[in-house]
Nanobody, 125 residues
């Protein structure tokens, strides 16, 4: 079983930055993939970023590329999502997820088995 605990959400102004953290524990695949997803009110959940644990290869959605960065801290078994130049349209509940096996950077939540509790990010103009 894998447990994910998120932290770092909040309310900010447009143009500000926030960093989300996802602390991962339990038995993961050796080279597991962590994804960051968000769900805005009335919209479907979408993938914004993914990162592989070994090597740190990443994927970013076009809407966040150049503004969001995901990284991993091996010593703390933590994956972070640093969000710069935030926009009101980035307002959503953000979730981290881990794939059960190493499927790759596919940008789809169907490959994810484990999820964090979600953290609210609100960006006002």
């Amino acid at each position: 079983q894998v447990q994910l605990v998120e932290s770092g959400g909040g309310s900010v102004q447009a143009g500000d930055s926030l960093t989300l953290s996802c602390a991962i524990s339990g038995r993961t695949a050796t080279n597991f993939v962590t994804g960051w997803f968000r769900q805005a009110s009335g919209k479907e959940r979408e993938c914004v970023a993914e990162i592989m644990w070994i090597g740190g290869m990443t994927f970013y959605a076009p809407s966040v590329k150049g503004r969001f960065t995901s990284s991993r801290k091996s010593s703390k078994n933590t994956v972070t999502l640093t969000m710069n130049s935030l926009r009101p349209e980035d307002t959503a509940i953000y979730y981290c997820g881990v794939q059960k096996a190493t499927y790759g950077l596919l940008g789809q939540d169907t490959f994810y088995e484990y999820w964090g509790q979600g953290t609210q990010v609100t960006v006002s103009s």
